[in-house]
């Protein structure tokens, strides 16, 4: 393959692969190949009536908001989100109806990857403020019964942590079997690709000790050895710390890596679209999990999530199959998968996927839902369309859609005004470590730079971390001083105060979804099964419980088109939900652009 091809793909690739978190390259990956019917069977309530909040199923019933604190809200000027401006804004995380706030990491950290290289596990990151915040924080939300979920991040530190301090001056120190090494006299270390590095190189060779040491994130990121038991029980006090404080889940981030052969066999032609196939699933990662619900989250009614659900389906069971005492629930990559590195998809690939990963867990597991987060564009720039005159109706859909599926949703903070991607004008507007990395690595190997920035436009992970845009004045209301990262200039009509104010709103639909889903259990339990599969434009699908019937109808697509019902299907009264004023109903629905709604059947 000529070169600059190549390093066209190589840039393409890299761009999706690190918008997409730890898992997303292992899409690339042949997934199983079991034949999503359409249909599933459904999965009993965990108690009769709503049994809202009841031990056995809080987390189906909730919707987790994930909120990115460094975007969030500015209480002190200095340009970076923080505790106390969350806790300003927790009156408008109740209005939204979301019963769980997941939060990026807010621990101590020298942020080379904002918050998720972890210097110490026991304290809050000095920018984002103190533990009294952070109990203030906490005794907020559960005030307003709001569950707080927090990352952890375990499968590796901070170059900064104590421990590696320790382990890295000398190779004595108790912590040194903390993190992986390998002696430099026993020559040079089996290759093991690494995402965030400058070089791409998972070892980075330490002098003090004369060894290399492994991180498969940036080299401010050693992996953590899970194979010393001492470490284990270091991660499950981290986790009792913070469950004893009173919070309610976990995100386990990257989990799927943590476990690794500490021989290092060779792994040989391991690249960007296979390095994550092959880091999933290493020895021992079940009896890990087992071990800390065994330890640890038994001990506790609380929610747990992986990121990432392992290779396949048949693997994801293995995460969240509820006899196997592991975890709660996991989200897939698959989803935020379809049109990765493209500038477009294909709605039947959107359609197959969500119905394969329904009909996984129709019978045991559950599943997260998800179409954006911190590691991915926005959802309606990438699903959507955000040109103006849909934005506010592809927006509405999204939330929709998110809002009517089996599983449990994960809205990311500002989709529910409908945010987009931003606006950068060149590397010094980008923060993303991914972004800055890979562009070095550009700059010394040369290639196609026009590439690379189309790719980063759409996909860089700063996309999604721009300051939340509360209203019209300067910063968009985020802060009163200079953003750590630009506010995407939309905000000056794409903001929370307008749009609360407009009953039609982005923001107000987002609401009116909340509220149906939480009155109707049927959208948390009920059988899915999709119609017209091979559609391109229109996504539609029924939710059935008991007696209760639902039709969900998408229109994916800035045209106006005609739907004709299956025959048998008959909509009852209003719609439950709709993202335009009317619905022209007959034996067609009549659909706008991007229009959205839900029928009783
Ligand atoms: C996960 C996080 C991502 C982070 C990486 C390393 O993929 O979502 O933001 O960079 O893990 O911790
Ligand atoms: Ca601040």
């Known amino acids: 393959m000529p070169f600059l091809l190549r390093m066209n793909l190589r840039a393409t690739f890299l761009i999706c692969c690190l918008a997409g978190g730890v898992a997303a390259c292992s899409q690339s990956a042949k997934q199983e190949t079991t034949a999503a019917t359409g249909v599933s069977t459904p999965t009993p309530p965990a108690a009769a009536g709503s049994g809202l909040a009841k031990k056995a199923g809080w987390w189906k019933e909730t919707v987790v908001y994930q909120l990115y604190p460094r975007s969030f809200q500015d209480s002190n000027g200095d340009g970076v989100g923080d505790l106390k401006g969350i806790m300003q804004r927790l009156d408008y995380l109740k209005s939204l109806g979301v019963g769980t706030v997941w939060l990026n990491p807010i621990y101590a950290s020298p942020n080379d990857d904002n918050g998720y290289d972890i210097s110490d596990y026991r304290q809050i990151m000095p920018e984002f403020g103190t533990m009294a915040d952070f109990d203030a924080l906490l005794k907020g939300m559960h005030q307003r019964g709001i569950k707080l979920v927090m990352d952890l991040v375990v499968n590796h530190s901070s170059d900064e942590h104590e421990w590696f301090k320790s382990a890295r ?5 108790p912590y040194r079997d903390y993190y992986y090494w ?31 040491y492994l991180h498969i994130f940036s080299k401010k990121q050693p992996d953590l050895n ?4 001492k470490l284990r029980q270091e991660v499950h006090n981290i986790m009792r710390f913070w469950l004893d404080k009173g919070i309610d889940g976990f995100r386990m981030d990257a989990f799927q890596f943590v476990a690794k052969d500490p021989a290092f066999p060779p792994m040989p032609g391991l690249n960007e679209q296979n390095f994550a196939n092959a880091y999933n699933h290493g020895p ?11 330890e640890v989250l038994s001990h506790y009614n609380v929610l747990t999530v992986a990121e990432g659900a392992g290779r396949n389906l048949t693997e994801a069971h293995l995460f969240v199959d509820p006899a196997r005492q592991e975890l709660d629930m996991t989200y897939h990559f698959e989803g935020t998968g379809v049109g990765s590195g493209t500038d477009t998809y294909k709605l039947t690939d959107l359609k197959r996927v969500f119905t394969k990963w329904d009909s996984a867990f129709a019978r045991q597991g559950w599943q997260a839902l998800d179409l954006g987060n911190h590691d991915q564009p926005r959802m309606v720039s990438k699903f959507g369309d955000d040109r103006p005159q849909f934005r506010a109706p592809s927006a509405k859909l999204l939330n929709t859609f998110l809002l009517t599926m089996r599983g449990t949703p994960y ?16 590397i010094a507007d980008y923060r993303d470590v991914a972004a800055r990395n890979t562009y070095q690595l550009l700059q010394q190997q040369g290639g196609n730079e026009a590439a690379f920035f189309h790719g980063l436009a759409r996909f860089s992970r700063d996309n999604s971390r721009t ?17 750590w990262i630009g506010v995407n200039p939309n905000y000056v009509t794409v903001n929370e105060a307008a749009e609360n104010q407009d009953s039609a709103s982005v923001l107000n639909h987002f609401r009116r979804a909340m509220r149906l889903r939480q009155q109707h259990p049927v959208l948390v339990y009920g059988q899915y099964q999709l119609l017209d599969r091979a559609n391109p434009h229109i996504y539609a699908y029924t939710r059935t419980q008991g007696t209760e019937k639902v039709l969900v109808v998408l229109n994916f697509s800035p045209e106006k088109r005609d739907w004709a019902l299956p025959p ?14 009317a619905l022209a109903t007959g034996p ?14």
């Not at 809205?411 to 060149?426: I, Q, V």
């Not at 300051?467 to 953003?483: L, R, S």
């Open 467 to 483: 300051p939340f845009q509360w209203n019209a004045t300067k910063n968009a209301g985020f802060t009163t001083g200079t953003p």
């Open 411 to 426: 809205c990311y903070s500002g989709d529910e005004l409908g945010m987009t991607n931003s606006k950068f004008n060149g």
């Open 588 to 601: 067609t629905l009549a659909l706008e652009p991007w229009q959205a709604v839900v029928v009783r059947l």
């Open 226 to 229: 899970w194979n010393n038991p």
């Open 568 to 581: 048998g299907l008959k909509p009852t009264g209003v719609p439950l939900l709709n993202n335009y004023p």
């Open 284 to 294: 021992h990662l079940h009896d890990y999990l087992k071990e800390i619900n065994r």
């Open 169 to 173: 001056a000398s190779r004595t120190s």
């Open 182 to 212: 390998w002696p430099a006299e026993k020559g040079t270390p089996p290759a093991r690709y690494s995402t965030f590095d400058v070089k791409k190189d998972a070892w980075q060779y330490d002098a003090p000790t004369k060894s290399y």
